[in-house]
DNA sequence: ATAGGGTTAG
């Protein structure tokens, strides 16, 4: 009888160490499944108290963001320590829920656990957009208070976090940097990534050549430096004096040569360099795509599929964005069949992407379908779809579409009302267009930007209510820009107002000196008024100052094949069959009583 | 700590 307390016991021992040993990695999981079944036995066998399996399973479900069970997880604990804390911060900071992580660091303190080195930098990393920089702040001072600043680790995530918030942040990243009693190599890497994403290359390399020592992380940086600012012979200087250069160096000089438009240079490092991945892969994709190469970009994808890489979401959404931009329909199904062969279902922000690119590229009913099928949506879904709508004449749809929007508890922001006010002008509702404009910061507390004059600049100018358009340039809080003067030259140019036009003018060649497209509007305005000595003397200014219009181009996807053509375009081996057969659809038009338009 | 990533007026 006295054998039987002690044979269980080791039973019960056992079972743990048996779960120990298959939960040694289980922070590690992705699979929902696994993950599920192995909570299932641990409270099976009671064991959802034990401090030792439960942050494991809390970073299990972060990784696949099941925010709602890692924190039921939590829940459970009755006293948590503050590696559970911890945990859950990390969870929350990965799954994008910055003020959850605030939230669990409050509770917290008022739970009389004392945060640690490793508390700070997981907050630190909450906190990055320029609203969080008084959160960034906040822990700063937190740090300072308990001179946690002995450990390295933590200043080095601040001047990270910092440098994520703006030129405000950049500065504060600064300041922290001086004062830095200790520096290593990551606290140099840090700052010179944040002067990066300022836009101060200058000071970065400054500070780069102050180094100490230099790793790869730190010359890829200052390299991508150069890239951001589009200086690719700085960044080709540097590349060759590199003393080793890795992917991430090869790629970066590739998006660099994308991103001028060297598609040759571009492809040539592309062929050349000795690892390519996923990133390298979408890089030159996108900047074939984003050229309208179709055929390049086609041709890689299927390489590239074909190599055995599989797209991420990253890749996928980067390829989509660029479909969208230069209306590249077949290269963007293709990614959704790939997608479709691959997934069940998409994240929000891959659909939104789909949707996005779909919109764009006028294949409404496809868009729809996406958007309709979506198990989650947000602002993003209904702003794309919107405005897909509004900029291919369905303006009616588009408003419908904002009221549907609204009943299903979405708060719209900022971009919603771009679409909303671009959809009134392009169908004409005036009236309409004014409410909104009107309820958008008495409603919705949304103060308008330079966009939103834009819109609401082109809907009255368009409608014929030019005084009306420009009284609004006047009472503007801010400069107006380019776009706005050009709005409104379009605007004289649709109603005649030559007087009008000439004001505009002066503004905007103050702003675009250079810009061909503002002279030949110009010359268009005093053509349409008969005014023909103005557009002579127009025609030698723009000798003179050497500006040339190059003429608009439409293009047509045939075959997976761009082909782009001018006004008396003679370019193509067989322009003479072509102009025969306009000329035969001009004359069967002509024949049903279409009266062209002559502009000479 | 370094490369790609959804919605933004003419």
Known sequence: MLISAPIRAPTWISRRRLLEEK???????????????????????????????????????????QMVLAVSVFNQIQEPNVHLYNTLIRAHVHNSQPSQAFA?????????????????????????????????????????????????????????????????????????????????????????????????????????DEMPER??????????????????????????????????????????????GDMDMARMLFDKMPVKNLVTWTIIISGYAKKGLTKEAIGLYDRMEKAGLKSDDGAVISILAACAESGLLGLGEKVHA???????????????????MYAKCGSLDKAYSVFNGMARRDVVSWNAMLQGLGMHGHGEEALQLFSRMKQD????????FIGVLCACTHAGFVEEGRQYFYAMERDYRIVPEVEHYGCMIDLLGRGGHLKEAFRLVRSMPMEPNAIIWGTLLGA?????????????????VKLEPSDPGN???????????????SVSKLRLQMRRTGIQKPSGASSIEVNDEVHEFTVLDKSHPRSDKIYQMINRLVQDLKEVGYVPKAYQ
């Open 104 to 208: 669990t660091f409050f509770q917290m303190l008022s739970d009389g656990v004392s945060p640690d080195n490793f508390t700070y930098p997981f907050l630190v990393k909450a906190c990055s957009g320029e609203s969080w920089f008084p959160m960034v702040q906040m822990v700063h001072a937190h740090v300072e208070k308990f001179g946690f600043f002995s450990d390295i680790f933590v200043p080095n995530s601040l001047i990270d976090s910092y440098s994520k918030c703006g030129f405000v942040g950049v500065n504060a990243a600064r300041k922290l940097f001086m004062v830095m009693g200790e520096r290593d190599i990551v606290s140099w890497n840090s700052m010179i990534g944040g002067l990066v994403k300022a836009g101060v290359v200058g000071e970065a390399r400054k500070l780069f």
């Open 23 to 65: 939960l040694s990695d289980l922070h590690k999981w992705t699979n929902l499944k696994h993950v599920k079944q192995v909570h299932a036995q641990i409270y099976k066998a009671n064991l959802f108290q034990d401090l030792y399996v439960a942050p494991k399973l809390i970073s299990a479900f972060s990784l696949c963001h």
């Open 409 to 416: 508890g979405f708060v719209p922001d900022k971009v919603t």
């Open 492 to 508: 004289c140019r649709m109603h005649n107002a030559v007087d009008l036009a000439g004001e505009v003018v002066d503004h905007l």
């Open 338 to 356: 790939s997608i479709n062969r691959t997934k069940f279902k998409c994240s929000t922000l891959v659909s939104n992407a789909l949707v996005d």
């Open 215 to 260: 790793d790869a992380v730190s010359w890829n940086t200052i390299l991508d430096g150069y890239v951001k600012a589009e200086e690719m012979k700085m960044a080709f200087e540097l590349f060759e004096k590199m003393p080793e250069r890795n992917v991430v160096s090869w790629s970066t000089m590739v998006l660099g040569y994308c991103k001028v």
């Open 519 to 533: 002279f030949s509007l110009l010359s268009n305005i005093y053509a349409a008024a008969g005014d023909w000595d």
